[in-house]
DNA sequence: ACTTTAGATGACTAATATGATCGACTAAGT
DNA sequence: ACTTAGTCGATCATATTAGTCATCTAAAGT
């Protein structure tokens, strides 16, 4: 029931690089200085935003980060997902797949459990970098 | 972002014995066969409950548990957090005393994610057991 | 008393996730 | 060439999670 450091420090380095999005490439080491992420674990992180095409990046001098979309594109739930897996409070659906699984025999925790996790969804969807940065 | 095999089996648990509430004392390995729960693992969970005042236990023939309260007196959110510990989907607050976390310094995020904990802790302290059995 | 039934308790273990760190490598400017 | 800065793979320590085991204690039935 909590966000792991990974997809925080992934919120935080591209609401960094949205709001210097006019300034070019940002160096990693800049944006761990400033946002207090350990600079190789953020290393780690951007490499993934980066694959997953959210960030740019340029080697050398004057090199670094900047977002590869516009920041009212990347909705919280996408870096979210991307790091932490599905929002969904129990994995039980996704675990099992032919048995029933011990709390698909109790149909209304389930229910609760899924009317929360589309609210969840639902206000991380909607929510962009533009929006908290 | 999901909860724990222990939360998932205190609540099918509760909800077992709220069922058979009129049935007196249900043993740990009745609930576990008829729960698909491991019969130890489950043990362990049912005396966290009973330290909690959830169920009341009886030794020897006869014996097993049953609820110490009524159902309806019992939320899933009280049940979730003696298992998984706070709802916060970020532990940041607790964690950090003195010094600023990385995610507050950008209080938009927080924000959103503090509106998300609230609601999450709303529907589950309003959703009882008696409720899903 | 004795046996059976059933919970109580603490130690232990295996697997996985988490939060990093290290070192070598590659590309881009100057 | 040299410096700057991203890339990549391996490695590591710790915590959490899910579960097991062995032993002990208490209550009932005989």
Known sequence: MRLTARSEYAILALVHLARREQQGYVTV???AEEQG???KF???ILLILKRAHYVQSL???GG???LAKPARRIS???VIRLFDGPLAPTESV???FYEATPIERAPRVLKVLRQIRDHVSRVLEKTTI???M
Chains 1, 2 share one sequence.
């Open 59 to 61: 080697k050398g001098q």
């Open 42 to 44: 953020l290393e780690q």
């Open 29 to 31: 080491r800049g944006i």
């Open 94 to 96: 996704s675990r099992y």
């Open 76 to 78: 919280l739930a996408e």
């Open 37 to 39: 992420i350990p600079e």
């Open 64 to 66: 670094g980060y900047r």
């Open 130 to 132: 533009a929006d908290v």
